[in-house]
């Protein structure tokens, strides 16, 4: 492993924790912000504190990342508010802010990680980590979902509105949930091409 290769996991952080000082300047609704970087930030402390024990391979931080990144652009402007009308003017949707959508869609990434850990700590076999994957992002996309709803019904007005996000769409909640599942499927099937845990990761 040459040395950019072994200090790209740093420079991933520095790059999120510049962000997020980024995130928390101005931003558009400090309620919703809170509530947004929770997660970020657990998940974040969560590899930093465990990364001297487990490696995770560079693919595996660099999809991590792509949500820890969306999530913290998304918690500074609200993920409905978000600059991102480009998107549905270059792929002809319709008029909706797909910027959360895309976020479900690489919170699935995190598939990848998890079958990695699985395969490389010899705690289950191919075909069970991935399994266990592709349900374990099933169910926190469904806990998140009810989380959402909570924070909606207990904090009402904007703050809720905007932290729920379904910009009116009656099926929102679903449609995340789909774009979570095939984020994790699409990263499934990367891991079969790449099988880090096949490689020595120091």
Not at 30 to 52: C, G, R, S
Not at 175 to 181: E, Q, V
């Amino acid at each position: 492993m040459n040395k950019l290769s072994a200090r790209y996991p740093h420079l991933l952080a520095i790059a999120i924790v510049a962000l997020m000082i980024w995130s928390f300047i101005n931003p558009a609704m400090m309620d919703v912000w809170i509530a947004e970087m929770l997660p970020v930030v657990v998940v974040f402390l969560i590899l930093v504190l465990t990364y001297k024990r487990f490696q995770f391979s560079n693919i595996a931080y660099t999809l991590m990342a792509g949500w820890l990144i969306m999530h913290t652009i998304g918690a500074h402007y609200t993920f409905a508010l978000v600059p991102f009308e480009w998107f549905a003017e270059l792929t002809g949707l319709d008029g909706r802010n797909h910027y959360d959508r895309i976020a479900h869609f690489v919170i699935g990434f995190y598939a990848y990680p998890a079958v990695e850990f699985l395969l490389r700590k010899q705690l289950a076999s191919f075909t069970t980590a991935m399994f266990f994957g592709l349900f374990m992002i099933m169910s926190v996309a469904a806990g998140y979902e009810i989380i959402e709803w909570w924070f909606a019904h207990y904090y009402g007005g904007d703050a809720g509105i905007e932290f729920l996000g379904s910009q009116g769409d009656q099926w929102d909640a679903q449609k995340d949930m789909l774009m979570d599942t095939l984020g994790a499927l699409s990263s499934l099937m990367l891991y079969y091409f790449t099988r880090p845990d096949l490689k020595a990761v120091k």
